[in-house]
């Protein structure tokens, strides 16, 4: 028999311990709440805590391959940023058709035509934030925050409320398709959105180069990529001159933004060594493919009073370039980079390395060389046609490697945190407070240095560290009330309302949340240790006294949020 000392470890859990990294650990064993209570605080615990000992069990656990849930599931938590109950959830997504295949088509083509989805509700309450800046021209946002010299509160307003409005959609939006693009896209042409340029004509880069061409044709993207100011500052462009080229917005262009590195040959002194294709195109890229191209993008610089792409033609160098083993005229202007972007978007190569950074995204860190294929297929037959991009995500969505893969991607901290709020029917506004909390977890929206993006694969998110930032967000989350108004001391996540009143047993508590956040059923090792933490000695058949379901259910709930079935996508 247990001691009383052993009982009092494993049973009685206050609502401070909870707060306090308690619930984090219970995942795994919930004596392990009272070794960790006083340690919880700490930013950086020592590596042999029981609460990094438990952190390290769920890292472990995340190697097992969990079982495929419903295509529902996979839908949206991949498609999606998680359902969010009474809108997009999984009673929803079963009424959409006889059949998982009508579904996930009615699903995909639904997500796909974005504009005939109301979203409304999330529109107004961007409106109700009364920002200023989001849909104001580049004109307009280059002249109030950049030629007016403002403050830097002020100058940085655009990438600011972008940010919040980013945060918005995500959770609120319907069009959830919509937002899980725009998160990749930003990624794929990244560009830190609070440096000193970027900042000011942020939400124009947001709204007229990424969200306006995220379904359309990739040339016509690129090519507004390419000359807009925030990339063109970014990447250095603005100083790239005949008489001092700068090779940073080329390089970038052919092993980031098009090609990728799987297509890199390296150093090739001589042209004609590089391998041909049966079109007779090169197969890859060489440095002297980059050097010549930054040779045709001299001159692409900025017009600083009023922010608009300008070729400056004193500075762009004058004569023969060869890129990809095609002849660009001696002096063509500002044509040369046209050329350059055309035969980067026509190639093979690219069609191959945005396929398979998209299906990284949708289905797995590896994904099915299959599907790849199928997808860069369709970007290179479609790759005149303005719906080029809509057509290779619905290859991808409605591939059978989407609807049979899982357990090879997680949630990276925005997906985790969004996903979170959703499930929890949040009263979410974006502030200070969240951001510091939120921040901690390594993923600031826009706020990545380096031009390639946040990692896209488990191993950057599922060390011993983040899995502890992420306990501590959930549990901060899970605190998270109103600090004035009506609702004050009020939780802005709604567990309890959503809490059936017939459900009072710690088994029917764990599996109502688990149909509810998960669509299907706790694995049994997971199961059995959140029904024995909110069960706390009780026998989990008996019903909870009334003030004790109110008081455990949040908890349990952050829980199942916390354990490695939460955390796939």
């Not at 933004?257 to 150093?267: C, Q, S």
Request: with cysteine; glycine share 6%.
């Amino acid at each position: 028999m247990d001691s009383p000392a052993k009982k009092r470890d494993t049973a009685t859990v206050s609502r401070r311990d909870l707060l306090r990294g308690g619930a984090a650990t219970a995942v795994i064993t919930a004596a392990a709440v009272a070794e960790t209570r006083s340690m919880y605080g700490q930013d950086a615990p020592d590596a042999d805590t029981p609460l990094m000992r438990s952190a390290r069990s769920v890292v472990r656990l995340l190697d097992d391959m969990p079982e495929t849930p419903p295509v529902g599931v996979i839908a949206l938590n991949r498609a999606a940023f998680g359902p969010r109950p009474g809108e997009l959830d999984y009673r929803y997504f079963a009424e959409l058709g006889d059949s998982d295949d009508a579904r996930l088509q009615a699903f995909v083509d639904q997500q796909l035509n974005p504009a005939g989805i109301d979203d409304s509700a999330c529109e107004n309450r961007i409106a109700a934030q009364g920002f200023t800046t989001l849909n104001k021209s580049l004109s307009q946002l280059w002249a109030d925050h950049v030629v007016a010299d403002v403050d830097w509160g002020e100058r940085i307003r655009p990438a600011r409320e972008t940010e919040q409005a980013a945060w918005l959609r995500a959770v609120y939006s319907k069009r959830q398709l919509v937002e899980v693009l725009a998160d990749f896209w930003h990624n794929h042409f990244n560009v830190y959105g609070f440096e000193y340029w970027s900042a000011p004509i942020w939400s124009h880069y947001d709204r007229q180069v990424i969200r306006a061409n995220m379904l359309g044709n990739f040339r016509t993207f690129l090519g507004a990529v390419a000359k807009h100011p925030a990339m063109l500052y970014f990447l250095d462009n603005t100083t790239n001159t005949s008489a001092g080229p700068n090779e940073n917005f080329a390089r970038e262009l052919f092993e980031l933004h098009t090609m990728g590195a799987e297509n890199y040959l390296g150093v090739v002194e001589d042209r004609n060594d590089v391998p041909l294709d049966d079109q007779g195109r090169p197969v890859g890229y060489i440095d002297k493919d980059v050097y010549q191209a930054t040779e045709c993008f001299t001159g692409w610089t900025v017009d600083r009073d009023t922010g608009e792409f300008s070729f400056h033609e004193n500075d762009h160098s004058r004569y023969e370039k060869i890129v990809l083993n095609t002849s660009i005229g001696d002096f063509l202007g500002q044509q040369d980079g046209e050329i350059v972007l055309d035969l980067l978007a026509d190639h093979p190569g690219t069609a191959r390395h945005i396929a398979r950074k998209l299906c990284r995204r949708l289905i797995s860190d590896e994904p099915p060389e299959s599907v790849v294929q199928a997808a860069a297929d369709v970007f290179h037959a479609q790759r005149d046609a303005p719906d080029q991009l809509k057509r290779v995500v619905r290859t991808i969505l409605l591939s059978d490697e989407f609807r049979t893969t899982w357990g090879q991607k997680v949630k990276r901290p925005f997906e985790y945190s969004v996903s979170i709020l959703r499930a929890g029917k949040a009263e979410f506004v974006f502030n200070d407070h969240f951001s510091w909390n939120y921040g901690r977890m390594g993923q600031s929206l826009f706020q990545w240095y380096p031009p390639d993006g946040y990692p896209d694969n488990r191993n950057a998110w599922t060390g011993t560290m983040p899995i502890l930032q992420r306990w501590k967000h959930c549990n901060w989350l899970a605190e998270w009330t109103y600090e004035d108004g009506p609702n004050e001391g009020d939780y802005r996540l709604r567990f309890e309302q959503e809490m059936p009143g017939d459900r009072t047993t710690p088994n029917q508590i764990v599996d109502f949340w688990s149909q509810r956040l998960l669509g299907r059923s706790l694995p049994a090792q997971e199961r059995g240790s959140i029904v024995n933490f909110i069960a706390q000695g009780r026998n989990p058949d008996f019903a909870l006294p009334a003030d004790l379901v109110g008081e455990r259910t949040r908890f349990t709930v952050a829980l199942m949020m916390m354990a490695p079935s939460f955390l796939w996508r």
